[in-house]
């Protein structure tokens, strides 16, 4: 894949550093100031676990809404980031100390969430979380479209209003789904559509408060869509079409009523880059093999999602012991046949090479297995 010249100046000036994760805060600035202004008026809230890193959440902070957070420890660590940012706390099996946290919105999971939620005493502002059984075929993951651990089906989302006539600490503020994730935006669209028609067909019932119900300044239907927008880890170019995105969001949308957005991995993915160095080139039973520097513990992402990392390759220039142009299977440090970045890809490495490993920004480090084998961590290097 190509790498931004910054970026390349960087992983050169690291070569005896490495492995290292380089963010490139710049990049990131102009695509999530480009997604915002496509988004027109839908609030745009950033995923927090597709990767905490404070500055990148600093540097999303002028374009975000909010952020949505999926445990107590993200609450406890984007209010140490950015103490006035609003929350929406989602995920299933909140515990009771989690539910009494005061964030801006809480994304109830079930009906037995629910009445704990009501137990605590404390006021809420909620948005009940559905599984519409709506196909997502094409989806990466599937949180939603069947019998899943994430969010109701209409009769739970029934069952939970039914709960909340009888009590008026917890106000129901709309619906929140998030129904699969590798989606492109024709796609959303159609499950936005689906989700949006749910959400009127209870709100004309009277189940879901209106601005008639909370005052002129509430929306009429309150609906967060979730994210789940693609990328492409075959191929790097091929971006998530925010604009169709927000045009068609906006031809969707009824005035007064309120839309929003949850992406993770759209807006971190490209930002983040793994920089590694190739200390063998090896030949076994005919396949070539370049281990490089740091693996799999470091950016689990390839091993989990069974892809290969695109890469680029940085040649030192000097001549190595391994020099290789037929297609290679590039592997980390770690015992164990699972730890491979990407397999057969035609390339020409020797050892000393730099490996630079995109799309390193998002359900990267941070999913990784960190401690295993204790090699030495990554060092964390930020482009402004
Ligand atoms: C993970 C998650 C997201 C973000 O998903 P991406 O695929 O990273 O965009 C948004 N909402 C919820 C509820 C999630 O669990």
Redesign the pocket.
């Known amino acids: 894949m190509n790498i931004p010249d910054r970026v390349r100046e960087r992983a050169e000036r690291l070569a005896d550093a490495l492995p290292a994760y380089v963010y490139d805060l710049a990049a990131l600035d102009r695509h999530a100031a480009a997604v915002r202004a496509a988004l027109r008026d839908v609030e745009l809230y950033y995923?927090v676990?597709?990767n905490p890193d404070p500055a990148l959440l600093r540097a999303l902070a002028p374009y975000a809404d909010g952020f949505?957070v999926?445990s107590g420890g993200e609450v406890a660590h984007v209010r140490s980031v950015l103490p006035r940012a609003r929350l929406a706390f989602?995920?299933p099996g909140k515990t009771d100390a989690e539910l009494a946290l005061d964030v801006h919105r809480l994304?109830v999971e079930s009906p037995g969430e629910l009445r704990r939620l009501i137990e605590t005493g404390a006021p809420a502002d909620a948005l009940l979380r559905v599984n519409l059984a709506v196909p997502v075929q094409g989806a990466a993951l599937a949180?939603g479209g069947g019998a899943t651990p994430f969010g109701m089906d209409p009769g739970g989302v029934r069952e939970c209003l039914s709960l909340l006539r009888r009590q008026n600490r917890v106000r129901p503020r709309g619906l929140h789904a998030?129904l699969a994730?590798?989606l492109r935006a024709p796609d959303l669209l159609d499950l936005a559509k689906a989700v949006l028609g749910f959400a009127r067909d209870l709100s004309g019932e009277g189940h879901i408060p209106t601005s008639r119900d909370l005052g002129q300044d509430a929306p009429a239907v309150e609906v967060d869509l979730?994210?789940?927008?693609a990328v492409s880890y075959h191929d790097p170019s091929e971006l998530f079409d925010w604009e169709t995105y927000g045009r068609g969001l906006a031809e969707l949308r009824e005035p007064g009523e309120l839309l929003r957005v949850?992406?993770?991995?759209?807006l971190t993915a490209y930002c983040g880059w793994y920089l590694t160095r190739v200390i063998d080139v090896k030949r076994v039973h005919g396949e070539v093999f370049a281990v490089v520097t740091g693996g799999t513990h470091h950016l689990r992402t390839p091993a989990a999602k069974g892809h290969d990392q695109p890469l680029a390759v940085l040649p030192t220039g000097r001549p190595g012991t391994g020099a290789t142009t037929e297609p290679v299977t590039v592997v980390g440090q770690l015992c164990t046949p699972k730890d491979v970045f990407a397999r057969r890809i035609p390339m020409t490495v020797d050892v000393g090479d730099i490996v630079a490993f995109g799309l390193a920004g998002?359900?990267a480090w941070t999913i990784s297995h960190h401690d295993f084998l204790m090699h030495p961590k990554p060092g964390f290097h930020y482009l402004t």
């Open positions: 995923a676990k597709a949505e999926s989602g995920g994304h949180m998030h994730s590798g979730g994210g789940g927008m949850e992406p993770g991995r759209a998002a359900y």
